[in-house]
């Protein structure tokens, strides 16, 4: 095991440490406040080595989502369906903690933009799906990520200056870019919303 601790510019900054000093095969990366499941390991290198070595695929492996404040769990099943839909609409079509990288992909196609601060993931999905990676989606449960990281808490503001950086990396319409923008506001006043509602039962 190698530790390495100093100071960085952000989680993503983070991220491309662990990636240029790993010597893995396939990269897992796990945050501070997610842990994975007891079978995992044993589950994933299983699955690893039924793929021929030349063609290693992304793997997108599902995830249980834990809030502490509410008491509650919810396991997300990966969906192969789901890469497209989340490519084509901009989004992330994978469950980022829960997905395992050949250390080649990252060679090919780079690591994480850390001019984000929120959504290089996304960013870095869209790069994959540009270039064709191959992605196999497992019902494997992996990890478990708690409520309360900087996904589930920034504000909108921070929000929605980053779809706005996201867009004009990956397309220069105009039109098309307010029209995504507006779609998104809806959606993210909409999951806000219900997110308080189901709060307000819970007390």
Not at 107 to 125: E, H, L, P, T, V
Request: glycine letters at 4%.
């Amino acid at each position: 095991m190698k530790i390495k601790s100093e100071p960085d510019k952000g989680i993503y900054d983070a991220f491309n440490k662990g990636i240029q000093r790993s010597n893995g095969i396939y990269i897992w990366i796990v945050n501070s406040d997610d842990y994975i499941e007891p079978q995992a390991l044993k589950e994933l290198a299983q699955l690893i080595e039924s793929f021929p070595e030349d063609n290693l695929p992304i793997i997108a492996s599902s995830m249980r989502f834990i809030n502490l404040n509410q008491n509650t769990s919810t396991i997300y099943i990966s969906n192969e369906k789901a890469p497209q839909k989340g490519y084509k609409s901009l989004d992330m079509g994978i469950i980022h903690p829960a997905t395992l990288v050949p250390k080649s992909i990252y060679k090919q196609i780079g690591n994480y933009d850390d001019r984000f601060s929120i959504m290089a993931d996304i960013d870095w999905f869209i790069r994959a799906c540009k270039t064709h990676q191959p992605i196999y989606s497992s019902t494997i449960v992996s990890t478990n990520m708690c409520y309360g990281g900087i996904s589930t808490t920034s504000q909108f503001k921070k929000l929605y200056k980053e779809r706005t950086m996201l867009y004009k990396k990956h397309t220069r319409n105009l039109i098309e870019e307010k029209l995504y923008l507006s779609k998104w506001c809806i959606r993210h006043f909409k999951n806000t919303l219900y997110t308080k509602i189901k709060s307000l039962k819970h007390k």
